[in-house]
Nanobody
Framework: QVQLVESGGGLVQPGGSLRLSCVASGNIFRINAMGWYRQAPGKQRELVATITSGGSTNHVDSVKGRFTISRDNAKSAVYLQMNSLKPEDTAVYYC??????????????WGQGTQVTVSS
């Protein structure tokens, strides 16, 4: 079984920073692309950023220049550094990973989500 566990969410004032972490564990053979998504109340889940196993990144326009995705392959971890946070960044943030397990199955896995609230 494969699990993704996120941490690092919380309450922050506008203009502040947070760093989200997500660690994968279990019967992992290889982790391919990893990413962060978010879902605000009453809205659909949306992509925030992705990173390939080789380190190539993609950030959606609304977070470019403010958020940075990174990963540590040795720790099976992905991170999201969020700076200059805005109230519209308030959402539950989900970690996602494309993982091949030791039995040869490749699938998409999700974390449980971590709440980020930007408010004064």
């Amino acid at each position: 079984q494969v699990q993704l566990v996120e941490s690092g969410g919380g309450l922050v004032q506008p203009g502040g920073s947070l760093r989200l972490s997500c660690v994968a564990s279990g019967n992992i053979f290889r982790i391919n692309a990893m990413g962060w998504y978010r879902q605000a109340p009453g809205k659909q889940r949306e992509l925030v950023a992705t990173i390939t196993s080789g380190g190539s990144t993609n950030h959606v326009d609304s977070v470019k220049g403010r958020f940075t995705i990174s990963r540590d392959n040795a720790k099976s971890a992905v991170y999201l550094q969020m700076n200059s946070l805005k109230p519209e960044d308030t959402a539950v943030y989900y970690c996602n990973a494309d993982i091949r397990n030791i039995y040869g199955y490749t699938g998409q896995y999700w974390g449980q989500g971590t709440q980020v609230t930007v408010s004064s």
